[in-house]
C-alpha cells in the first residue's frame, strides 16, 4: 500500500506542477490537460482490493487536499473523487484489468468526471455550460491522462511480484 501512497502523491503534485505550465482557460486548453490525480486513483485501486474503506479514504483525503491546494472549494473535490472511487470499485469489480481495459476505465471516469462538474455548474449556474464545452473538457483531458495511466501502470508492471497486487494480462 506504500507504492500506492507514493503513487497519489506524485500525482497529485504532477498535476500541480503541469497545470502551472499548460493553458487552462475556456476555450484555451491545451491537449495536455493534466488530471493526473484522477488516473493515479484508478490506477492504484487494485493495491487497496480487500480494503475498499482505506480507498474511499484515500479518495476523500485526496480530494480535501486538491481543494485545499488547488481550487479552495471545500468538500467539492473530496465528494467528486469520493464517487470517482465508487466509479473506479464498480469498473474493477466487473472488468479484468488489462493494459487495454485501463484505457477504458480512465476514458470513463475522466468524462464522468467531468460530467459531474457540469450538472452542478449547470445545477448553481457559476458559469455558463453547454454540451460542446464539455465535450471539448473531455477530449482536451484525455490524451496525457491516457499516457500517464499507461506509464504508471508500466511502472507498476515492472515491480517485483511481493509489491503489486496487479495481474497485467497482455
Same mark, same amino acid.
Given at each position: 500500500?506504500?507504492?500506492?501512497?507514493? %503513487?497519489?502523491?506524485?500525482?497529485?503534485?504532477?498535476?500541480?506542477?503541469?497545470?502551472?505550465? !499548460? #493553458?487552462?482557460?475556456?476555450?484555451?486548453?491545451?491537449?495536455?490537460? #493534466?488530471?493526473?490525480?484522477?488516473?493515479?486513483?484508478? &490506477?492504484?485501486?487494485?493495491?487497496?482490493?480487500?480494503?475498499?474503506?482505506?480507498?474511499?479514504?484515500?479518495?476523500? &483525503?485526496?480530494?480535501?487536499?486538491?481543494?485545499?491546494?488547488?481550487?479552495?472549494?471545500?468538500?467539492?473535490?473530496? *465528494?467528486?473523487?469520493? !464517487? *470517482?472511487? *465508487?466509479? *473506479? +470499485? !464498480? +469498473?474493477? =469489480?466487473?472488468?479484468?484489468?488489462?493494459?487495454?481495459?485501463?484505457?477504458?476505465?480512465?476514458?470513463? &471516469? %475522466?468524462?464522468?468526471?467531468?460530467?459531474?462538474?457540469?450538472?452542478?455548474?449547470?445545477?448553481?449556474?457559476?458559469? #455558463?455550460?453547454?454540451?460542446?464545452?464539455?465535450?471539448? =473538457?473531455?477530449?482536451?483531458? !484525455?490524451?496525457?491522462?491516457?499516457?500517464?495511466?499507461?506509464?504508471?501502470?508500466?511502472?507498476?508492471?515492472?515491480? #517485483?511480484? =511481493?509489491? =503489486?497486487?496487479?495481474?497485467?494480462?497482455?
Amino acid at each position: 500500500m506504500a507504492i500506492a501512497i507514493i %503513487i497519489l502523491i506524485c500525482s497529485f503534485f504532477l498535476d500541480g506542477i503541469l497545470s502551472n505550465f !499548460l #493553458p487552462y482557460m475556456v476555450g484555451d486548453l491545451s491537449i495536455f490537460t #493534466p488530471m493526473l490525480t484522477i488516473v493515479s486513483l484508478i &490506477v492504484v485501486y487494485p493495491f487497496f482490493i480487500k480494503k475498499e474503506r482505506y480507498y474511499f479514504i484515500s479518495c476523500f &483525503v485526496l480530494g480535501i487536499c486538491y481543494d485545499f491546494m488547488y481550487t479552495n472549494l471545500l468538500f467539492y473535490n473530496a *465528494v467528486l473523487f469520493s !464517487l *470517482v472511487g *465508487v466509479i *473506479v +470499485l !464498480l +469498473l474493477y =469489480k466487473y472488468i479484468r484489468p488489462t493494459w487495454l481495459s485501463l484505457l477504458l476505465f480512465i476514458i470513463v &471516469v %475522466i468524462s464522468s468526471y467531468e460530467c459531474m462538474n457540469a450538472i452542478i455548474i449547470l445545477l448553481f449556474q457559476l458559469v #455558463p455550460m453547454t454540451f460542446y464545452r464539455l465535450l471539448y =473538457k473531455i477530449g482536451h483531458s !484525455l490524451l496525457l491522462n491516457l499516457c500517464y495511466g499507461e506509464i504508471v501502470y508500466f511502472i507498476i508492471w515492472l515491480l #517485483p511480484s =511481493k509489491y =503489486k497486487r496487479i495481474a497485467i494480462n497482455s
